[in-house]
């Protein structure tokens, strides 16, 4: 699987941003996607998840009434929208998939992950 992760951009601080992660191949209807940013000098943090068929998603403390996964698997494309920005967001966002079986438990960190995008830059001013 190839992950390609768009929609990156500066913005002002209390504006949004939808992010888009493009994935080739046949199979990313049976793939749990997730959510991830890494700002200078901080380890990846991971922002969300959601199901392989679209019906569960989980969000930390950070993206939680802020942020929204979603996914259309007839398009291939994970989505994050991301509302109320602030400069903390500020980060490199990635996306990344989980090749089944998938396990919720590890989808919160990056050992749950097989394949990484090549993230997207989110810069948000104040």
């Known amino acids: 699987v190839q992950l390609q992760a768009s929609g990156g951009g500066l913005v002002q601080a209390g504006g949004s941003l939808r992010l888009s992660c493009g994935a080739s191949g046949r199979t990313f209807s049976s793939y749990a996607m997730g959510w991830f940013r890494q700002a200078p000098g901080k380890e990846r943090e991971w922002l969300a998840y959601?199901?392989?068929?679209?019906?569960?998603?989980k969000y930390a403390d950070p993206a939680k009434d802020r942020f929204t996964i979603s996914r259309d698997n007839t398009k291939s494309t994970v989505y994050l929208q991301m509302n109320s920005l602030e400069p903390e967001d500020t980060a490199v966002h990635y996306c990344?998939?989980?090749?089944?079986?998938?396990?919720?438990?590890?989808?919160?960190?990056?050992?749950?992950?097989?394949?990484w995008g090549q993230g997207t830059q989110v810069t948000v001013s104040s």
């Open positions: 959601i199901s392989a068929s679209g019906g569960a998603s």
């Open positions: 990344a998939a989980s090749r089944p079986p998938t396990s919720s438990s590890y989808l919160r960190g990056t050992n749950g992950y097989n394949y």
